[in-house]
């Protein structure tokens, strides 16, 4: 099975609700008690470079706190048929725990996206 490493984040820009994402191939499986590694900070980092790029069209504002920013392994199946379908639904007004509840259904293990100053991200248990 095709897994798929992929690297969204939940925000308000200018009042409208954006879920942009970012997405990976995985060569293996991560390991039941392992970390994403370098593969997630890559990703984690091209997406947060983009949506920087993205702010001179509004101020950006996270949705969700701490869980505003995830990184989700899934089946690449699901990434094709079953995250578009749960990205509209929040996107038009949707609840954040129903988007929250569908993505840990499709998701084989996930990861909060922390970081402090002078660190590199760290990855959470989500």
Same mark, same amino acid.
């Given at each position: 099975?095709?897994?798929?490493?992929?690297?969204?984040?939940?925000?308000?820009?200018?009042?409208?609700?954006?879920?942009?994402?970012?997405?990976?191939?995985?060569?293996?499986?991560?390991?039941?008690?392992?970390?994403?590694?370098?593969?997630?900070? #890559?990703? @984690? /980092? $091209?997406? *947060?470079? %983009? !949506?920087?790029?993205?702010?001179? +069209? =509004?101020?950006?504002?996270?949705?969700?706190?701490?869980?505003?920013?995830?990184?989700?392994?899934?089946?690449? #199946?699901? @990434? /094709? $048929?079953? *995250?578009? %379908? !749960?990205?509209?639904?929040?996107? +038009? =007004?949707?609840?954040?725990?129903?988007?929250?509840?569908?993505?840990?259904?499709?998701?084989?293990?996930?990861?909060?996206?922390?970081?402090?100053?002078?660190?590199?991200?760290?990855?959470?248990?989500?």
């Amino acid at each position: 099975m095709d897994h798929y490493l992929v690297c969204l984040a939940l925000l308000e820009q200018d009042g409208k609700r954006r879920l942009p994402i970012g997405g990976a191939s995985l060569a293996l499986e991560i390991g039941p008690n392992a970390d994403p590694g370098r593969e997630g900070e #890559a990703l @984690v /980092l $091209e997406l *947060l470079l %983009r !949506l920087w790029q993205q702010s001179d +069209a =509004g101020a950006v504002q996270r949705h969700g706190a701490e869980q505003s920013l995830l990184l989700l392994e899934m089946p690449m #199946a699901k @990434v /094709l $048929e079953d *995250l578009p %379908r !749960l990205k509209k639904a929040w996107l +038009a =007004g949707g609840d954040r725990s129903d988007l929250y509840k569908g993505l840990r259904e499709l998701a084989e293990r996930g990861w909060i996206i922390q970081t402090a100053k002078y660190s590199k991200p760290c990855f959470q248990n989500w």
